[in-house]
């Protein structure tokens, strides 16, 4: 391959296009949100492209669940955040629906139930976690511990700070445990969530989605977009990079993230296990009668 | 419609058609593994009913899953058990695969583990159970702890006994809870065992999924089929029925499970919450810049 075809081949790595930068301070309104970098060129071709992500993904999840059974610790957790609206169920209706539910692990994290907040925020986390082989994924996750309570000044600010390292230190082990995560923050435009709020209230199976508090929230939409600046900022690390998402286009988000999914497993290359049995003995035996 | 369309309606009606008689000693010899009955026409013909019910499915499923989030207690238990190679993991593949997996548990039931041993045997199962609103799926279920154990003599006869009542009286608290518990017995021949090894053996990619002690197990094969029809005829109740699905045919089995599933949704007949809020106040809010 040539340089210039190395090249290309780096650019188009959306674990690096999509990757946060390191270091800097985060301006999440310099994103674009309706961005489809190294994308297909439109919604079908999207769609399509999309499908047959979907069925390399399948067969990779396939593997590695295959290794799962018979000792490799490696897993994949797929957390997903961002504002109301932006994406985080379709992604999952979408994305991992691709794949077999048998090896799949999905959890939505919602207001901490009364018995949770007796626990360290890290606890429910720390439960719903893959097992060996598996993909999780998370709609909302131990994000929502720095975010809700900063905006809403619930939980003391050297408390919050506090959070970040624990955080890091928590996405460290899960790390060193053989856990591949892939965090993807779904970025959508405050007119873009207006747009998806009016169509939810328009369609009545879309209705139940919406709550009233979704518009009350929208006033403090510049707090929660600096909370999400400072925790991405602060919660990208080496081991466990935030990728921003443009999500305006649905399905440019879809394939983003399965394209990301693919190119983490892919780097994982799960192996099937090796046959620990005399294959031909085995098959004589079945042939003779067995 | 007139009274022939009502009973054709009736007679294609798969809760009516699949399920085990009551009362009956069981004879799986005489249910032919390689039946279609009420199905499509032929494989490609099944392939896309399947496919079509499940777009169905999802749509019921999304109900089901939309109401659980609103105080409904509601949800499916599809409990797969067969022989090995009977397809209870190609069934949640291309069944429970069709439908939004935030809204589905599935869990697989291997030999239990230390822990599992110092409990009850219910006690996994319970874990286990799906959340309101949910879909839950098991591949082999409580029902093995009927099944190994008598055809290994590992355990008592008179504790096997007891068992049969104490999961009769487990499911009846199910069902008391709103849980549906649909319970599906894969029925495939001996001889298409053989095949289904075999090709395991020859695919590098099935190969993990084969164990020489499969071929073991096939000296007990008349041993299991007694071990299912004792435990089919004690644990078959107007609340928590058996059906037997024949499944050589693969397309045949997946779609007799969608239907199976499809009918018993379709009987809960979910339904969207009613909004709690004023809609036109919402949208007025929304469309004046909130």
Same mark, same amino acid.
């Given at each position: ?122 606890? !429910?986390?720390? $439960?719903? @976690?893959? *097992? %060996?082989?598996?993909?999780?994924? /998370? ?5 929502? #511990? ?49 747009? !998806?709020?009016? $169509?939810? @209230?328009? *369609? %009545?199976?879309?209705?139940?989605? /919406? ?5 009350? #929230? ?9 909370a999400y600046e400072i925790a991405l900022h602060r919660c990208s690390t080496p081991y466990a990079p935030w ?24 780097a994982l290359d799960p192996r099937y296990p090796e046959p620990d049995y005399d294959l031909e003995e085995c098959r004589e035996r079945l042939l003779k009668g067995a």
């Amino acid at each position: 391959m040539s340089q210039d075809g190395r090249k290309q081949k780096a650019a188009t790595d959306l674990r690096t296009l999509l990757r946060l930068p390191r270091g800097e301070q985060i301006d999440l309104a310099a994103y674009d949100t309706r961005a489809v970098p190294a994308g297909p060129g439109g919604k079908s071709a999207g769609r399509a492209a999309t499908a047959r992500l979907g069925k390399r993904l399948a067969g990779l999840q396939e593997r590695l669940w295959a290794a799962g059974l018979t000792g490799d610790r490696r897993r994949v957790l797929l957390v997903l955040q961002g504002m109301d609206t932006s994406g985080k169920g379709g992604t999952i209706k979408h994305v991992v629906g691709l794949l077999n539910p048998a090896g799949c692990r999905v959890m939505g994290f919602r207001a901490p139930t009364p018995e949770e907040r007796e626990h360290h925020f890290l606890w !429910r986390i720390e $439960r719903e @976690l893959p *097992r %060996p082989g598996e993909l999780g994924a /998370f709609d909302r996750s131990h994000y929502e #511990d720095v975010l809700v309570p900063r905006v809403r000044a619930l939980v003391p600010r050297d408390e919050i700070e506090r959070r970040y390292d624990e955080i890091n230190r928590f996405e460290q082990r899960l790390v060193d445990d053989r856990i591949t995560v892939v965090k993807c923050f779904l970025h959508i435009s405050y007119e873009e969530q207006r747009r !998806r709020l009016l $169509r939810r @209230l328009d *369609r %009545p199976d879309k209705r139940w989605k /919406f709550s009233p508090g979704d518009i009350d #929230d929208r006033a403090l939409w510049p707090a929660y977009q600096e909370a999400y600046e400072i925790a991405l900022h602060r919660c990208s690390t080496p081991y466990a990079p935030w990728y921003v998402i443009p999500a305006d286009r649905k399905w440019y988000r879809d394939w983003a993230v399965a394209r990301l999914l693919l190119e983490h497993l892919h780097a994982l290359d799960p192996r099937y296990p090796e046959p620990d049995y005399d294959l031909e003995e085995c098959r004589e035996r079945l042939l003779k009668g067995a």
